[in-house]
């Protein structure tokens, strides 16, 4: 079975509960048993890479809010499984029952509509059904071949082989989410094959069976009374039911050594209580190590996530100074700036190595190594922290362990508690943050100062090394020290930064005014005296006065922490709070402060 490049996130969601005689559904069970079931129901959400926003759907089961809108013989049927909870249902979550959505469609799989009309059969008859269950202008049954529609995006949908399946779907076309028709249990029986990572599917059965005891073998479909002199079994076609449920084990088999299957079934009262984590927020993901010859493994393969001003171009570098055997999963929230990235790698003959995650969760599934380049503590902590999407909550998940690199510029506080958050046996963090400006970041001329811990640092920082010599000046990559050295340097060097920019600003409009010609070395504030400088394009480009400002109101926060004495940032930080107030000099580089002088 070939693996989808675009893969699926999928949350279970509560849909009330039901109770079950454990007799009449698998061989050997207590017959006097009588157990309490969850009725599960899944948000599964389709991200595809031309899409800024996923496509959502809702599979499966759910017991209605209302008793009384089951017709009298479901009511009948529901009160031999009582106690039925419907709360908390997945209202709570979403919504639960057609007449709640007023503009989805409703996908249904071959031959549902009929028995809503007619029954299916004698064990269950026309009036078990309602017969407008259903909107007839929203739904659309799968039929056994057939071309549809999707927002406009034509997809032939045509029942195919797959794998040991006779009939399948590809929904969307990539692979991502397959159909499998499922025959036995009643007419339009489906269940879904779902890619949830690059080396995961979740298989949701649905009323395939209702213990997961049969799936494994050590039971079988159970037979009781029907009232009429015979046998019967839950599912209308037992042997079809029997057929379906042997390629399922088929399946699973077929993928041993390439991917981890996981099979869900309706009324597992066992997986619900064992994966309460997985429920709305949370996902079904795990990860095992990619085994499959044309997978990236994750050795080879670097995460990047944060393509703003800085980030976009260090990325770039770092894809042309990776080898060919890497590949380069990127993230970002900007959709737009992904998808120029994909095209402009493309354009430099890279693009077959570099593909699109949507989340740090899904990044540490994927890749050993990841860099993140950030614009703030919240992006940080997200990324990171987030209990559905982060890094952090995927790492018990995944093999080996990891290396972790925060590059952007953020509060040393933050910093620290992203450290203390990661187990050091899953993942070694550093902060790396970049000294530089978006010029520096295109022709690779950034400095980087770097904090690991002390016990680590002989290993990890050799690593470290090899990776941002591809986005800086390999001569300016420092170890500073421990976690959070890196970053009090880096704040500290762009507060000398800030003051002697304001210093020297003052010094040069003296001289300017009073009819001198000034030259610093680097990055002259005064317009004219140097090319390709800031001042020489309208202070355009370079360190904007805002991220100085808040770099060195940083600093000074450093200063109290650590009990120095300043005497010049405030001063410093009135200047450039009135220069931001200004719209002349608001988004420009901070040595913009000269104009600001000599406008006055």
């Known amino acids: 079975m070939e693996l989808s490049s675009v893969t699926v996130t999928i949350s279970a969601l509560d849909a009330g509960y039901l109770t079950l005689p454990e007799r009449l559904f698998a061989t050997d069970d207590d017959p006097e048993k009588r157990t309490t079931v969850p009725s599960l129901f899944f948000l599964i959400k389709h991200w595809a890479p031309e899409r800024a926003k996923p496509t959502r759907l809702l599979f499966d089961l759910g017991v209605k809010r209302d008793i009384q809108k089951y017709t009298l013989s479901q009511q009948a049927h529901i009160a031999e499984r009582q106690p039925v909870i419907v709360s908390p249902d997945c209202k709570d979550s979403l919504l639960a029952h057609p007449s709640d959505y007023s503009s989805v469609i409703f996908l249904?799989?071959?031959?549902?509509?009929?028995?809503?009309?007619?029954?299916?059969?004698?064990?269950?008859?026309?009036?078990?059904?309602?017969?407008?269950?259903?909107?007839?202008?929203?739904?659309?049954?799968?039929?056994p071949t057939s071309p549809f529609e999707i927002e406009s995006n034509p997809i032939s949908w045509t029942w195919k082989p797959l794998s040991t399946f006779p009939f399948t779907l590809d929904l969307f076309g990539d692979g991502a989410i397959t159909v499998v028709n499922t025959p036995g249990h009643l007419y339009g029986h489906v269940s879904l094959i779902c890619q949830v990572a690059s080396t995961k599917y979740v298989y949701l059965g649905g009323d395939c069976c209702h213990d997961p005891g049969i799936l494994t073998g050590d039971k079988g479909i159970a037979l009781f009374e029907d009232g009429k002199g015979g046998r019967r079994s839950v599912h209308a076609d037992k042997e079809a039911a029997g057929t379906s449920l042997d390629r399922i084990k088929d399946f699973v088999k077929s993928c041993e050594g390439m991917v981890d299957p996981e099979v869900i079934v309706a009324y597992d009262g066992a997986w619900r209580k064992g994966n309460k984590h997985r429920f709305w927020p949370g996902r079904l993901r795990f990860h095992r190590p990619a085994t499959v010859s044309t997978m990236s493994s994750q050795e080879d393969t670097v995460a990047f996530i944060g393509l703003g001003v800085m980030g976009y171009p260090m990325a770039k570098n770092l894809r042309a100074g990776l080898g060919s055997d890497k590949s380069l999963p990127m993230c970002d929230v900007n959709s737009d700036a992904v998808?120029?990235?994909?095209?402009?790698?493309?354009?430099?003959?890279?693009?077959?190595?570099?593909?699109?995650?949507?989340?740090?969760?899904?990044?540490?599934?994927?890749?050993?190594?990841?860099?993140?380049?950030?614009?703030?503590?919240?992006?940080v902590l997200a990324v990171y922290l987030d209990p559905s999407s982060g890094i952090l909550p995927a790492l018990p998940e995944c093999s080996g362990r990891k290396l972790l690199m925060e590059c952007g510029t953020i509060e040393s506080s933050t910093i620290l508690c992203v450290s203390r958050s990661i187990p050091e046996n899953q993942a070694a963090f550093v902060d790396a943050p970049v000294s530089g400006d978006p010029m520096g970041a295109q022709n690779r001329s950034l400095t980087f100062m770097v904090g690991c811990r002390p016990p680590l640092s002989a290993n990890v920082f050799p690593i470290v090394e090899s990776f941002l010599r591809h986005?800086?000046?390999?001569?300016?990559?420092?170890?500073?020290?421990?976690?959070?050295?890196g970053t009090a340097f880096k704040i500290i060097n762009n507060y000398l930064s800030a003051i002697t920019s304001l210093a020297a600003s003052e010094a040069l409009n003296i001289g300017v005014k009073a009819g001198q010609c000034w030259v610093t070395s680097k990055s002259n504030p005064v317009p004219g005296v140097q090319d390709n400088v800031p001042s020489s394009r309208g202070y355009e480009g370079g360190f904007r006065i805002e991220l100085c400002a808040k770099v060195l109101g940083m600093c000074s926060t450093l200063a109290r922490d650590v009990g120095a004495r300043t005497v010049l940032d405030q001063r410093t930080l009135n200047v450039f709070k009135e220069a931001m107030e200004d719209e002349r000099y608001k988004g420009k580089d901070a040595r913009v402060v000269f104009k600001w002088l000599n406008d006055q």
């Open 471 to 485: 986005m800086g000046y390999p001569g300016g990559i420092f170890l500073c020290g421990d976690v959070g050295a």
């Open 339 to 379: 998808e120029r990235f994909m095209a402009e790698v493309s354009n430099l003959g890279r693009g077959t190595a570099v593909r699109t995650v949507q989340t740090g969760f899904d990044a540490a599934q994927q890749a050993d190594t990841i860099i993140t380049m950030l614009p703030n503590t919240a992006c």
């Open 108 to 143: 249904v799989g071959a031959g549902t509509l009929n028995p809503l009309k007619y029954g299916d059969g004698p064990l269950y008859p026309a009036d078990f059904f309602n017969d407008d269950e259903l909107p007839s202008d929203r739904t659309i049954e799968l039929p």
